[in-house]
């Protein structure tokens, strides 16, 4: 089977919710819906803009509010945060097959043991535990104290700082909610109600699972793909999963054309041709700012082979050697990725400040495209709680301001 690159494109960005208008619900149920059919929404803590988490969501829907999304998690719980290949909001309904991360992470963790296990470190377990049992939810401040550290880098953490973490990694806290961006603990029974706690199947069991939901979700992919989606298993598993599947009939081969017309080797449904011909064609009279979080772009390299687009975060890159940004929101319109923009909340003056904008090679701002373009900043303003939006001089070029 042969999936063309529009096809492809098409079909990957409606398994992403990316090909239907951004309208409709965006709280209660169709809130943990959209969710759910995402697989997870990634948690980051940069606020340029909004939190990658709640632009995720208002890429989708324009009437989304972050309330809604605290709601699900922290009365309703009916999404919990963990850990994918980040830290990530998930169904509560998946919980139960975190179990065998919670596992092979407590093996993993252990034998890191330099950062995890210092000595009088693995002490303060049980009593963090007990502490919690007894008087209620913690974050780091509250068990911190004077603990001292070791001798620098970003896992020098204070002792509780590392027990709360081995602890939530390891399943036996759960993130109840945050103060500001500040993780509060819990004990696990009181975060995760009891329908959702007890483990799902073995790990043969969990395997299929994580292989053929990540399917689904994603369209096509190679083992490699498959496995890079939950992080729950490993790359021998994801490869012996689809020598299985294939053998059964339970999925195909296919080839995908890339942006640049090579063809790449992939798997999926064996109804995929269908599948792709009935995708919605991705409304081209708007267009979208993404998150650079965003699931679509979670997989750079898939990002770049579907739609040419090469993208890398410049965040921990020293100012004068970027080349767009900062933090540089990608450009969607209809099935094209045709941009990046650089935007920032100035929430003390209530205006989004539009630094820069730099089209993809042979696009064309024509007056159409930049009052798109103008329509959906306006829109990302009111969502960031700015009455206005500020444009930098000469930004029309991509010229920095």
């Known amino acids: 089977m042969f999936l063309s690159n529009l096809d492809a494109r098409r079909l990957f960005l409606h398994r992403h919710d990316l090909a239907e208008p951004p309208t409709g619900p965006a709280s ?69 097959h975190w179990h065998h991360r919670f596992a092979s992470d407590a093996i993993r963790l252990r034998a890191n043991w330099a950062n995890w296990f ?28 004077q ?10 953490w204070h002792p509780s700082k ?21 993780k509060v603990y819990d004990l696990t029974e009181r975060v995760i109600p009891q329908v959702h706690r007890a483990p799902i199947g ?16 994603l369209g096509f992919a190679d083992p490699s793909e498959l496995r890079a989606f939950w992080q729950l298993i490993t790359p021998q598993e994801a490869k012996l999963w689809a020598q299985a599947a294939l053998m059964q009939g339970q999925i195909a081969r296919v080839e995908i054309e890339g942006a640049d017309g090579r063809r790449k080797p992939s798997l999926a449904r064996p109804d995929v041709l269908q599948a792709a011909a009935e995708a919605p064609e991705p409304p081209s009279k708007r267009l979208r ?11 750079r390299d898939r990002a770049e082979f579907l739609f040419g687009f090469h993208y890398r975060i410049e965040v921990f890159v020293p100012e004068p050697k970027r080349k767009y940004g900062y933090y540089v929101f990608p450009v969607l319109e209809g099935s ?26 042979g696009v064309t701002l024509t007056a159409a495209r930049l009052q798109r373009l103008d329509a959906e900043l306006d829109r990302l303003a009111t969502f960031a709680g700015c009455d206005r939006v500020e444009r930098a001089d000469g930004w029309q070029r991509g010229t920095l301001a």
Not at 169 to 178: K, P, V, W, Y
Not at 348 to 355: A, D, E, K, W
């Open 336 to 361: 094209r990725l045709i941009g990046r923009l650089d935007a920032k909340a100035l929430r003390g003056q209530s205006t989004l400040h539009l630094r820069a904008f730099w089209p993809e090679a």
């Open 289 to 299: 700012i993404l998150s650079p979080f965003d699931p679509a772009l979670r997989d």
């Open 118 to 145: 210092r000595p009088g470190y693995e002490a303060l377990f049980e009593t963090i535990l007990a502490r919690i049992q007894a008087e209620g939810p913690v974050t780091t401040a509250d068990v911190g104290g």
């Open 202 to 217: 073995d790990r043969a069991q969990m395997i299929d699972w994580a292989c053929t939901s990540a399917l689904d979700r």
């Open 28 to 96: 209660g149920p169709a809130l943990a819906d959209l969710v759910d059919r995402l697989g997870f929404v990634q948690v980051d803590s940069i606020n340029t803009v909004e939190r990658a988490h709640h632009m995720i969501l208002w890429s989708r829907r324009h009437s989304y509010k972050p309330a809604a999304l605290h709601h699900l998690i922290e009365q309703d719980r009916t999404l919990w945060e963990h850990w994918t290949h980040d830290a990530a909001i998930l169904p509560t309904a998946l919980h139960g």
């Open 162 to 182: 590392t027990a709360l973490e081995w602890l939530w990694r390891t399943g036996q806290l759960a993130i109840t909610r945050r103060e500001g961006f500040r």
């Open 147 to 156: 603990e001292p550290r070791g001798s620098g880098g970003w896992w020098d």
